[in-house]
């Protein structure tokens, strides 16, 4: 048998602690999948003292990430620190610039610098495994990378946040506020003291640009994806969504169109009777529409301590394995460069509601300004607080108007509704979700 | 950059020619996905004069499988006929026993000859891929062999076969019965001419086997999965599930038990909520419940051309980048054997259909029955046709009966039922149907 693969691992949290674990446990079945053992020789931390639950005699304690990272009886450096920054960007660097492998559940660095470390790892010939970087246990960048490897893929799109698809599922579910889900997420540990990474969507970001790249061949970069998080949504979206047949999710989708790959993350109203639409509370899906094939979608944990650390242990086996895949998929040679998606330009359907402030005049107003844009209503529904008639006048409180248009320009829409704001018939700001269809 | 993968490929039906037909136009992707090219240099079909499509000029016709097997110039030998017997099982051992990698879609070869074929591939080195065999393009032989290598695998279950699904939601969605959907299924292509092979649960006895393997670590044996069809299943049956707030699917089980893996395929009623209820029509999905983590749901085309190259392409790839994974995910000196599960000593809940000559008092008596094998009932249900009390003599016509139990021993639930035969309180036979916890 060849001699075992060494591993080093920086970042012995809930993730870590699990991998050492895990490497132990499972080590007959991980030599009989790999054809080789693997050994956990040395580690690093913050804290050397703090109690982790698992036997950590017999390793070595590397003095910092970056000794760790260029140690020389480490193979394999496993990066589970987090941070786009340093210390995990130059000790990944100098891993790979040292010829050894690296696996890392690290998505903003992915994000920010993937393209430099892959660079390294093609130049030196050392593996960059993330599958834990995106939807933690659930094998989308292998599948991605190797599964579908002679297939095209015209889109990719995914519930990659918990955190968000958590509180849009009780918001839903219970009629509540984003506001009050958020501090139940808080309480229970889904959602961080500060949200706006999650609730902002720069976390399902960093993951789409990730896929982006492994589906079409993008060089992955955060900077070309559009972002709009949740805390617009209110319950009687989630309420109009539910009677026209839809559900509202933060949605992060990457598209190949005519103009180019358009990249976004947005919430978005999916047919109720797609899979995504099934996901619910803190669990994670994708879907891959190949070329000339119906939909694959792959649901599971995004996130977690074991699920992350699985996804890690099957990317060390990988490497053990002597598996050394290009890290996005081609050759960085291959790979073109992605600039931000003109959002005015994106094509589809849109869900829209208004506070019309006189109903019978102002829909006649609405519609015109619609038409005005070339833009085709497919339903209009107003939704009278005392379930009667509109009102003659325009003294009533202001009424909701809920539009769902066909396919049109986002630009069309854009300028429809500022027409619409100019005439002074809707009280305060159109709410605008975007169609995604299945 | 190293010499191209030669590929030779026995069959050439829809999937055959799609594979050519993807090899020649994604080969720039493939290249550099695998870090080498890919190139058909030799083919070998019944007919040589069929329109297929695709262009063959330059490529070589073998005069049969087994001399394109053995060709000097094959390095990965692609059998695509089908069958558990020769010309498959012939050509594949041959170009195994030469040192050839071989890509297969034969499901019903590997249930078979499996551990044979797999031995060949260890003691010669090649590769015996076959993504293709379960699923199509759902990549669930590479999640459960690479994805999950270090995991744990406590239950592996799916709905494997899209005729049987496609049935069962058409008789679900119209209230329609098994004979009516089946020959629909016919006239639409979805079902054979002979379609016990699909209804029987055949089809999805093979493809269990071989993800049982995969999962546990058992040596793939169709032999030792218990096998039950869907045509004893009536539109009564779907109804009472449904308001039960269950669906029923054919499903293949692999499951861990204190008494060994237990594998088997049959009706099984699962909460409408979970995710596996959700697929579908001809669509495929299986569930993968791995050792501390939540479970993992892959969903997606389970047949059809284009669909099942998607993953003889990918199968391809991965032998020319060089992976040379254990087919069945560990050295065949690791599995070990499986004993048929003997369903007497399944443990679950039921659902149970009778129809009661005289309700009052039959109900009495079922219960009795139930309570002498210590069998504790969920919920029972009584169905009068027309809608009113139970007739207060056993006059009337017989009323549905339906149970569900508590977890219990399917060998009590024989015993019960017979001795309810046995008092002749019921007409007909009792409907069984095991309940599948997510």
Known sequence: MVAPLKVGIAGLGTVGAEVVR????????????????IRVVAVTARSKAKKRGVDLRGVEWAKDPL????????????ELMGGAGDPALAAVEAALNAGKSVVTANKALLAKHGIKLAKAAEKHGGALNFEAAVGAAIPVIKTLREGLAGTGVNRVYGILNGTCNYILTRMEQEGLSFAECLKDAQRL????????????????????????????????????????????????????????GYRVKLLGVAVRTAKGIEQRVHPTMVPKSSSIAQVMG??????????????????GPGAGGAATASAVVADIADVARGIRANPFGRPISHLHDTTKAPM?????????RLLARDFPGTAAAIATR?????????????????????????????????????????????????????????SGRPQVIRIEKN
Chains 1, 2 share one sequence.
């Open 344 to 352: 005015e330009r994106h094509e589809g359907g849109y869900y829209i």
């Open 22 to 37: 895990l490497i132990e446990t499972q080590a007959r079945v991980l030599a009989g999948r790999s054809g080789r053992g």
């Open 370 to 426: 619609l038409a005005e844009q070339k833009i085709s209503i497919e339903s209009i529904v107003q939704r009278h607080p005392n379930g009667g008639a509109a009102p003659a006048t325009g003294k009533a409180a202001p009424v909701p108007v809920i539009l769902i248009t066909y396919a049109t320009h986002e630009d069309a829409v854009r300028r429809a509704l500022a027409a619409v704001q100019r005439d002074k018939v809707i």
């Open 282 to 299: 803190v669990t994670n899906a994708v879907t891959i529409d190949g070329e000339g094939i119906p939909p694959i979608t792959l649901v």
């Open 189 to 244: 540990g889904y959602a961080e003291a500060d949200p706006s990474f999650d609730v902002d969507g720069h976390d399902t970001a960093q993951k789409l640009a990730i896929l982006a790249s492994l589906a079409f061949g993008t060089k992955v970069a955060q900077s070309a994806v559009y972002v709009e998080g949740i805390s617009s949504i209110a319950p009687e979206d989630l309420r109009a969504a539910a009677d026209l």
């Open 67 to 78: 000794a760790l990272a260029t140690h020389p009886e480490v193979d394999c450096f496993v």
